[in-house]
């Protein structure tokens, strides 16, 4: 079946309970493998958050059909943006002992905006920090770099980096280091092999536009530099030279969005936090993506509602 007809003919239409219709209790033997992705846990020195990130881990583990290896979506604790030393270490704390004690999976990690410490501080002591920016997260996680590719099967992951400091704030996009490696990467992957491309905030998404609950005055929809990359044209202008791109995931909105464009199928998975830790966002319940990926490039969603 040609690719791109069958994402055409699969896009799942957002909802608050699962979203996918595809039966996940039997594995295709050896023409498939599965992936959680769980993004948004935003864990913190709580019972509740704690409990919850216990669950969700557990959860995923513990699946009758086996997952292969786990994706993290970013934004793994509750907030490194203006938080003390103190603060920030006591989440790392909590995220590396549940994850010790729950996670016997392999992990790759995206880096999330809250995961970056120091950007909403003004403190010149703070900047000139080693543990400044992303070189924290990096350390937690032991990622050798913010932007990395791996390979599973006839599949190739490519991790992006998407969130950056933006005068006290941040913004969605790739820099130009990064853009200049992701065009190699592409480049230089033989064209048999399937792409999945994974950022912490969309490329593109529907639901970037529905994290804003007011339109503007006019009428015009309203959507955030840091919700939605302001470079998307770029990279889509960019993806449409590879065929061989099937899908890009993302976490970020604590939405859930399927969107298909160009041929591409983009993603957006919800958060493990749900409403950080306070109930459903938006309707949406704290929930983790289970995706399979087929040898031939096929994908398939399914929302798990792990609570």
């Not at 990130?53 to 583990?61: E, G, K, L, Q």
């Not at 791996?150 to 950056?164: P, R, T, V």
Request: aromatic share 14%; charged share 25%.
């Amino acid at each position: 079946m040609d690719r791109r007809k069958f994402l055409q003919n699969s896009s799942l239409v957002a909802t608050a309970v699962t979203l996918s219709p595809f039966d996940f209790s039997a594995k295709t033997k050896s023409s498939s493998f599965r992936v959680g992705f769980l993004s948004d846990t935003h864990v913190k020195p709580t019972d509740i958050a704690e409990t919850g990130m216990r669950n969700a881990f557990r959860h995923v583990n513990q699946l009758e059909s086996k997952v292969d290896f786990i994706i993290n979506g970013g934004d793994s604790i509750m907030d490194a943006l203006k938080a003390s030393k103190e603060k920030v270490q006591a989440q790392w704390d909590v995220w590396n002992k549940v994850l010790n004690d729950e996670n016997k999976l392999p992990i790759y990690h995206c880096i999330g905006n809250h995961d970056a410490w120091g950007w909403q501080m003004t403190e010149l002591e703070v900047k000139n920090d080693p543990l400044y920016d992303k070189q924290w997260v990096l350390k937690q996680h032991k990622m050798k770099n913010r932007f990395y590719s791996f390979e599973y099967n006839n599949w190739k992951f490519i991790i992006l980096d998407s969130a950056h400091e933006n005068n006290g704030g941040y913004i969605a996009r790739i820099d130009e280091e990064q853009f200049a490696w992701l065009e190699n990467e592409l480049k230089t992957t033989d064209s048999s092999k399937h792409i999945c491309i994974v950022s912490h905030i969309p490329i593109v998404s529907f639901c970037s536009a529905m994290f804003v609950d007011k339109n503007e005055p006019n009428g015009d929809w309203k959507i955030s530099r840091a919700l939605l990359h302001v470079d998307s044209r770029r990279l889509i202008d960019l993806f449409k030279n590879y065929s061989n791109i099937v899908c890009c995931l993302s976490g970020h909105i604590h939405l859930q969005d399927s969107v298909e464009y160009f041929g591409i199928q983009y993603y957006c998975n919800g958060a493990v936090s749900g409403d950080w830790w306070g109930g459903p966002f938006k309707g949406f319940a704290p929930a983790y993506a289970l995706f399979e990926f087929f040898n031939d490039g096929n994908v398939k969603r399914q929302i798990i509602n792990y609570a």
